[in-house]
């Protein structure tokens, strides 16, 4: 299967500051790219899509400003969560798809994000 | 609301024995399913895709597809330990690029 590369795979920051995270498809070319949390023992939750060259899409209820995103090319996606909370300590992980109509989605290895 | 419907388990099965995994979904216009296993801590692994009704077989996976009762489901053959973990079935929008997931089923395989 296609390889989605996810950068850093583990993080430990201050309130307050803001962490960046990468998402990049290796050997292929993703026009979309989606970014999901995951809480410990929860599932999967979707908080947007990332259209390269657009803005990004976001799910009900994921602040826009607080979670920037950007899609400045075809293999790379970036998440940025800014003025970070204790709250904000999660599992995010990014995948990505090809293009074509069945299309599997391909998951980066994930960032543990701890607020502290 | 377009959802995806997964028993949340534990589903227990002894070593060697068939595991089934099953899977409701609401997106009567969805042609693309999978089925991602996820260890604790670790990100999503596509297992199996299907597009069509009937059966594909893939090692000791088969993946069964229904679109006219929309249902999808995943037998494990031979369950070996190193099956356990969560079983997220997915279906792709009929209207949006975005994959929904089902929030997971827990499968343990006992020795």
């Known amino acids: 299967g296609a390889v989605v590369s996810q950068h850093p795979s583990r993080v430990i920051c201050k309130s307050g500051t803001s962490v960046k995270i990468e998402c990049r498809s290796l050997?292929?070319?993703?026009?979309?790219m989606f970014w999901y949390r995951q809480f410990p023992k929860q599932s999967l939750m979707l908080m947007a899509t990332?259209?390269?060259?657009?803005?990004?899409?976001?799910e009900q209820g994921v602040e826009k400003d607080k979670f920037l995103i950007n899609h400045a090319s075809l293999t790379l996606s970036t998440l940025t969560v800014t003025s970070a909370h204790p709250e904000d300590s999660s599992f995010y992980i990014c995948s990505a798809h090809q293009a074509g109509t069945n299309t599997e989605a391909f998951f980066g290895q994930g960032t543990r994000l701890t607020v502290v | 609301q377009k959802e995806v419907e997964q028993n949340s388990g534990p589903l227990s099965v002894p070593e060697g024995a068939i595991a089934s995994l099953n899977c409701t979904y609401s997106?009567?216009?969805?042609?693309?399913f999978f089925w991602y296993r996820q260890y604790s801590g670790k990100s999503p692994e596509l297992i199996m895709s299907?597009?069509?009704?009937g059966d594909k077989e893939d090692g000791r996976f088969t993946a069964q597809l229904n679109k006219a009762s929309q249902y999808v489901s995943l037998l494990i053959r031979d369950s070996q330990p190193s099956d356990s973990a969560t079983y997220l079935c997915?279906?792709?929008?009929?209207?949006?690029?975005?994959?929904?997931f089902g929030s997971g089923t827990r499968l343990s395989i006992r020795p």
């Open positions: 997915a279906v792709k929008d009929s209207s949006a690029s975005k994959i929904i």
């Open positions: 990332s259209n390269e060259g657009s803005k990004a899409t976001y």
């Open positions: 997106d009567r216009g969805s042609q693309s």
């Open positions: 299907i597009y069509s009704n």
């Open positions: 050997d292929f070319q993703a026009t979309t």
